[in-house]
T-cell receptor
Framework: KAGVTQTPRYLIKTRGQQVTLSCSPISGHRSVSWYQQTPGQGLQFLFEYFSETQRNKGNFPGRFSGRQFSNSRSEMNVSTLELGDSALYLC????????????FGPGTRLLVL | AQKVTQAQTEISVVEKEDVTLDCVYETRDTTYYLFWYKQPPSGELVFLIRRNSFDEQNEISGRYSWNFQKSTSSFNFTITASQVVDSAVYFCAIEEADSWGKLQFGAGTQVVVTP
């Protein structure tokens, strides 16, 4: 099976812009979770989607949003970018039941100038 | 409060030495799941092991083994006979019962294996 894929792999944006990141889960996986990784805060949970519904959300401002499509692919959007949004954004997919192993994609490195 | 504590920031070993990574977690749930992931320089998190809170059996899988002790809320991970390819950051994580899809990670331990 193909693994989790994320596009684009690298992005450079300027403050105030918005960005959309995409994640394609492993075939058959219905859950997609998103994480932000920074040197200062480490790995932090953004949100999780299952069957097009957001089931869980982390402590991030409303500028961070996401959605999931009927084919389980997911997108996350960050509006009005700030310098502090520079990070590695990782998505992970799983079958979606409690405690299932999450398999991660290669990540999108976002640099905000 | 930090749910997962990895007190070791960096561990340096010479190839073929064993490496033990410490992980202490905090939860009020009786049902939870613990994980170890590895992050090589490429950045992708690679799944290593998973245990649920009802299974304290410790196992060995190849060069990896783990020691899960609920009494001390610890989930330690050992790499036996380390290799240069084991150099990476290792993360311990917990998923609590009602926290759908939310892994809470420790700060990670950098493992450096030199030839």
């Amino acid at each position: 099976k193909a693994g989790v894929t994320q596009t684009p792999r690298y992005l450079i944006k300027t403050r105030g812009q918005q960005v959309t990141l995409s994640c394609s889960p492993i075939s058959g996986h219905r859950s997609v979770s998103w994480y932000q990784q920074t040197p200062g805060q480490g790995l932090q949970f953004l949100f999780e989607y299952f069957s097009e519904t957001q089931r869980n959300k982390g402590n991030f401002p409303g500028r961070f949003s996401g959605r999931q499509f009927s084919n389980s692919r997911s997108e996350m959007n960050v509006s009005t970018l700030e310098l502090g949004d520079s990070a590695l954004y990782l998505c992970a997919s799983s079958l979606g039941t409690r405690g299932e192993t999450q398999y991660f994609g290669p990540g999108t490195r976002l640099l905000v100038l | 409060a930090q749910k997962v504590t990895q007190a070791q920031t960096e561990i340096s070993v010479v190839e073929k030495e064993d490496v033990t990574l410490d992980c202490v977690y905090e939860t009020r749930d009786t049902t939870y799941y613990l994980f170890w992931y590895k992050q090589p320089p490429s950045g992708e998190l690679v799944f290593l092991i998973r245990r649920n809170s009802f299974d304290e059996q410790n196992e060995i899988s190849g060069r990896y083994s783990w020691n899960f002790q609920k009494s001390t809320s610890s989930f330690n991970f050992t790499i036996t006979a380390s290799q240069v390819v084991d150099s990476a950051v290792y993360f311990c994580a917990i998923e609590e019962a009602d926290s759908w899809g939310k892994l809470q990670f420790g700060a990670g331990t950098q493992v450096v294996v030199t030839p």
